[in-house]
């Protein structure tokens, strides 16, 4: 069975500061990574996701994330953080054949202007 | 293009009623995901469906809980009778299925049983 682990439940930061949010996964095999994030009362958005090839993925609002092999991880990073990234962020990961995404706890980000 | 609907948005009802949530797909999707979310327990898959047929009702929490899909531009969540612990938000997803196909949600549906 595949795991996604969040270590971080709540994260404060200033506006500028950078950000990193940890993600780690347990699965053997082929993965598919994927990071979501929930603004208040909003539904889930796709933020970036990693299938194959390079292992730096971009995504949307200035997000990036690293999948590293060896540590079964898949941080989010975020150069210089905005009062607007303020959500909950979710990683996920597909190991199976099929498209079931399991989710990690999530981890709540305030930015304090 | 239209993303995956869900109705109603909110729904307040009494405890012991019966509660049908609604959610049409994507189309071209025929993955569905039904997830509940609350305070507590985070983000939970109920049950998926492929090609209409349910795969995976492992997370569906007890018997007053079910779920139908008729067709690939419908399914619907029920609950009855309906339990205060039943309050959350409810979240329909789909995607095309495919492994390495991203998941798009709905605006979910808050429910509170009172």
């Known amino acids: 069975a595949q795991s996604v682990s969040q270590h971080n439940h709540h994260v404060i930061l200033s506006e500028a500061a950078s950000l990193e949010l940890g993600c780690n996964y347990s699965?053997?095999?082929?993965?598919?990574l994927f990071w979501y994030v929930q603004y208040p009362g909003q539904h889930l958005q796709l933020l970036l996701k990693?299938?194959?090839?390079?292992?730096l993925v971009k995504g949307i609002k200035g997000f990036e994330a690293e999948f590293i092999k060896s540590k079964f991880s898949f941080n989010l990073r975020k150069p210089s953080v905005q009062w607007s990234d303020t959500a909950e962020y979710f990683c996920?990961?597909?190991?199976?054949?099929?498209?079931?995404?399991?989710f990690g706890g999530g981890t709540r980000l305030m930015v304090k202007p | 293009d239209a993303g995956v609907i869900q109705s109603p948005r909110h729904e307040v009802t009494e405890m012991g009623q019966e509660v049908t949530l609604r959610c049409k797909p994507i189309?071209?999707?025929?993955?569905l995901f039904w997830y509940r979310q609350t305070m507590m327990r985070g983000l939970e898959l109920l049950i998926y469906?492929?090609?209409?047929?349910?795969?995976?009702d492992s997370g569906m929490p007890e018997d007053r809980f079910s779920a139908k899909m008729p067709n690939a531009s419908f399914s619907t969540l029920k609950i009855q009778p309906s339990e205060p612990r039943d309050s959350a938000v409810y979240f329909c997803?789909?995607?095309?299925?495919?492994?390495?196909?991203?998941?798009?949600f709905g605006d979910g549906t808050r429910l509170s049983i009172l």
């Open positions: 469906f492929n090609n209409n047929v349910p795969i995976d």
């Open positions: 997803a789909s995607s095309r299925a495919s492994s390495n196909q991203p998941q798009h």
């Open positions: 189309s071209g999707h025929n993955s």
């Open positions: 699965y053997g095999g082929t993965v598919n």
């Open positions: 990693y299938f194959s090839g390079d292992p």
């Open positions: 996920a990961v597909n190991g199976n054949a099929g498209n079931m995404l399991t």
